[in-house]
């Protein structure tokens, strides 16, 4: 089946790495153009938590990780739109470090006792998994 002459499983895929893409170079943007006010709150959301003396190590991590994600979803959709066989790796590489992201952050989450912080990552992390997933089979 095809939609405006594009089969469907190629608009799906292209929204699935668009979608990431966007999420996690945003994410992690945020977090190297505003890194001192992120940094700021991170330290105060953590510092009840077994990681509040760890905050300043693991910043440049979620940055990298989210950054990456995202740029390489980006590049996953710009490989797929000009019909490369590396598109979906690429996407799905994108995916997979967002997931990784996504679980370090709940993780986090977790550690703090933000229950509801947690529960908000939910959604992203299913729609990282499901799009990984539809690269994969």
Known sequence: MTLLGF???????LLFAAFSGVLFTQSGLDKVFHYQGNLDYFKDHFKKSPLASTVGLLMPVITLLETSAGLISLAGLVLLLA??????????LGMCLGGVSLVSLFFGQRLAQDYAGAAVLVPYFLMTVAGLALYAF
Not at 7 to 13: G, S, W
Not at 83 to 92: C, K
């Open 83 to 92: 019909g490369s066989d590396l598109g979906p790796t690429t996407a799905a």
């Open 7 to 13: 089969p469907i499983l190629l608009i799906v895929k």
